[in-house]
């Protein structure tokens, strides 16, 4: 492993009668990174951990959406400067650059994935950390799983990609919807 890359969970997500999104940031030299700026209770549990970081939304480099829904996404314009990066492409102002997320390289200690099954776009952000590799991911909401997620597109994909991730040994999985997790034989398969 070369250098590695830092991680802050700013907002751990929640599901029920409110939702919001687990949002996350990385840092792995010049690049900074905000994964998954989607719905929080008040912006500022997005703006406030940033600051208490030395970190201005307008240094953010690149910030990456595990997939398209409103929950994950809304708050993505907080980071003007920055690319933003899905499954088939990343974006800066009026391009569109066409790639695969498929191990799409930010940085030496952070790239991408794809994990289908919740949608079928979904990405997973692998990070390797001075403790080991870390990944962002919706394949699980939270360390509960849900065991069979209820608005999976494929349940089969989801299976596989629970699989693929938990394959790579992570360290840490930062989930969708919930606080950060050490994966063990409860994970949801």
């Not at 989607?38 to 240094?59: E, H, K, N, T, Y």
């Not at 974006?91 to 191990?103: C, F, I, K, N, P």
């Amino acid at each position: 492993m070369g250098m590695a890359a830092q991680l802050w969970v700013l907002n751990a997500g929640y599901v029920g009668d409110r939702v919001a999104s687990t949002v996350a940031l990385l840092r792995d030299g010049d690049t900074t990174v905000v994964v998954d700026p989607g719905m929080v209770a008040d912006r500022q549990q997005i703006l406030g951990p940033l600051a208490d970081l030395g970190v201005d939304p307008d240094d953010v480099t690149d910030v990456i959406f595990s997939h398209h829904h409103p929950d994950h996404t809304i708050n993505a314009a907080l980071f003007r400067n920055a690319r933003y990066h899905d499954h088939w492409a990343y974006y800066v102002d009026d391009q569109w650059v066409s790639r695969d997320a498929e191990g799409f390289a930010l940085s030496d200690a952070i790239r991408l994935i794809r994990t289908p099954g919740h949608t079928a776009e979904d990405i997973t952000t692998l990070v390797d950390t001075a403790d080991g590799l870390v990944a962002l991911t919706h394949v699980w909401w939270h360390a509960e799983g849900p065991p069979k997620d209820p608005f999976a597109t494929d349940g089969v994909a989801l299976a596989a990609s629970r699989a693929r991730v938990l394959a790579l040994n992570p360290v840490l999985i930062v989930p969708g919807h919930g606080p950060a997790f050490t994966p063990d034989p409860t994970t949801p398969r």
